[in-house]
């Protein structure tokens, strides 16, 4: 049924398929890379054993770091070229992939506080810029226009109400199940965060079929944001989704409202972040299965901002005789199902390594504090035996012992 709406729904793009322009054939060519990147990776992951996993992690984290900021770069380009995203909207999304791809390597080297700040001030003065450059481009009301869209066409009500009770939804969730996660932010999980939102979105990148109001399907884009959220705690990967939808936002520039805004990108993809919320249920054996449950939480969430948004933003859309609710369920129906399956089935595969398991564990687990002086307190033992030793004898001698 998906498939066969997938395949009637007129202006869907298989890109994996696509080479009849040269930009198409770029897509395609990196598509197929990275699938065998990624593909390569695990095999490795999964036969490197001991001391050489752990330097086989690091060096391939800054690697893929790299891999994936050169990867966002070239399809932003050919986004600009053949596309026509607006210069003001290019060039604060390029600032930001290289901010977030510099700090990403910066964290892998040096986690000290000062690098964690510079990372942070980076980051967040290139997100402050990312913010006002699309306030600037749509304050003046032609985003309407450039989607064939009339105000009477909008409702700014429930736009406004379905963004608020979701984002209520989304923050509850994150505080009821990240009760049990293990620390706060610090520089390890800030790096971790960078590397997995720039992973996410590189992956978003590599398009099975594109939908032609928004929406694809991807090979297991989702996963590095899910596993982060696993990792880390749902509170975290709330907030990490949250940042990477405002990332996806310029990829897919259907932007006519504020509210509308908010659904289909950073609470959307905040939604993600929910994948966590059984990593710590003991009455679940199986990381799979507690991964499974959590996605499948999460893509429920996303579908649930999604569907909205198309209601009450892009009802108007709907094909004629059909209601906006049936068509906007229809169009969601159509790839986030998929979508699901795909990130359920990457995700399963992964953690049904044992090396990788532990790892996670590892990464994840807050730093053990070192006992302060063991030699000191050893020798003050010793030093309070010989004193108890020389009291038995005389007076003086006891005295003697404790200078």
């Not at 890109?15 to 197929?32: H, N, S, Y």
């Not at 009477?152 to 009500?157: A, G, I, L, S």
């Not at 010989?386 to 005295?399: D, F, G, L, N, Y």
Request: proline share 4%.
């Amino acid at each position: 049924m998906f498939l066969g709406n997938l395949l009637d729904e007129e202006g869907a793009i298989w890109f994996p398929l696509e080479f009849g322009t040269p930009f198409d054939a770029i897509r395609a060519v990196l598509f197929w890379v990275s699938v065998l990147y990624i593909a390569v990776g695990l095999i490795l992951l999964i036969a490197i054993r001991g001391e050489g996993r752990k330097k086989f992690l690091r060096v391939g984290g800054i690697v893929t770091v790299i891999y994936t900021a050169a990867l966002c770069l070239v399809f932003l380009i050919l986004a600009f070229i053949e596309d026509g995203i607006k210069p003001i909207l290019f060039y604060p999304l390029l600032a930001l992939i290289a901010v977030v791809a510099a700090g990403g390597v910066v964290l892998f080297f040096n986690r000290s506080k000062a690098a964690l700040i510079a990372v942070g001030c980076a980051a967040g003065a290139a997100l402050i810029a990312t913010f006002v450059c699309m306030g600037v481009n749509y304050a003046d009301g032609s985003a309407l226009e450039d989607n064939w869209l009339t105000e009477d066409q909008v409702n700014t009500v429930a736009l406004y109400v379905s963004a608020v009770v979701l984002a209520l939804v989304i923050i509850g969730a994150a505080f009821l199940f990240g009760r049990k996660d293990k620390t706060g932010w610090n520089s390890r999980s800030l790096a971790f965060a960078a590397v997995c939102i720039a992973m996410s979105f590189a992956l978003s990148y590599l398009k099975v079929v594109e939908m032609p109001q928004g929406g694809s399907i991807t090979i297991a884009s989702m996963l590095p944001l899910m596993i982060f959220s696993y990792m880390f705690g749902t509170r975290k990967g709330v907030f990490a989704g949250f940042i990477y939808g405002i990332l996806q936002a310029f990829q897919d520039t259907y932007i006519l409202h504020p509210a509308q805004f908010l659904l289909d990108y950073p609470l959307a993809f905040a939604a993600i972040g929910l994948a966590g919320m059984f990593a710590h249920t003991d009455s679940l054996r199986y990381p799979q299965l507690k991964f499974t449950l959590g996605a499948i939480v999460a893509v429920v969430g996303r579908f649930l901002s999604a569907y909205l948004s198309g209601v009450f933003a892009f009802g108007a859309f709907a094909a004629e005789g059909r209601p906006a609710w049936l068509h906007s369920l229809i169009y969601q129906a159509t790839y986030l199902p998929i979508e699901l399956v795909i990130v359920v089935a990457a995700g399963c595969i992964v953690l049904s390594s044992k090396a990788f398991l532990k790892e996670m564990e590892r990464i994840a687990s807050p730093a053990k504090p070192v006992k302060a002086a063991p030699v000191q307190e050893a020798a003050a033992s010793s030093q309070k035996a010989q004193a108890e030793a020389a009291a038995a004898k005389t007076p003086e001698a006891a005295e003697q012992a404790q200078k």
